[in-house]
């Protein structure tokens, strides 16, 4: 009766630290897979706005140009849609960069820039 009984681990053992690690890959991929699709948007959501960006960068250069070359400000402000207020010796203007956010511009009649920066609706 007094029998030494060694305890062996069966194959049991085996396919549930088997279950384990394929379970822990299987999260661990599909963690992986969602933060990779969450930078893919950011990424995305910064390219559009850098672009929009440059896009009303270019155009605010653009009239600049015009206003040192041409000076009526009337027909250039026409021609690009957009209102181009003159006072106190000072042109400014406002370019759309998004819904909520302007590239606002102010330059003085030797075309000097005096401002230059973006700013969102609820700031003016």
């Known amino acids: 009766m007094n029998k030494k009984r060694n ?27 969602v933060r990779t699709w969450q930078d893919d948007q950011s990424l995305q959501r910064e390219y559009e ?6 896009k ?3 155009k605010a250069k653009y009239i600049c140009d015009e206003i040192i070359q041409l000076k009526d400000v009337e027909e ?9 207020q003159f006072e106190k010796n000072i042109y400014s203007f406002q370019i759309e960069i998004r819904s909520n956010q302007v590239l606002e511009v102010q330059m003085d009649q030797d075309g000097n820039i005096l401002e230059w920066m973006t700013k969102t609706k609820e700031e003016m």
């Open 76 to 84: 250039i402000s026409t021609q690009n849609q957009v209102d181009i």
């Open 49 to 54: 706005y850098r672009q929009a960006y440059y």
């Open 56 to 58: 009303a960068d270019a």
């Open 7 to 33: 305890v062996k681990p069966g194959t049991g053992i085996a396919t549930i630290l088997l279950i384990f690690v394929v379970l822990a890959m299987t999260i661990m991929a599909a963690l992986s897979y």
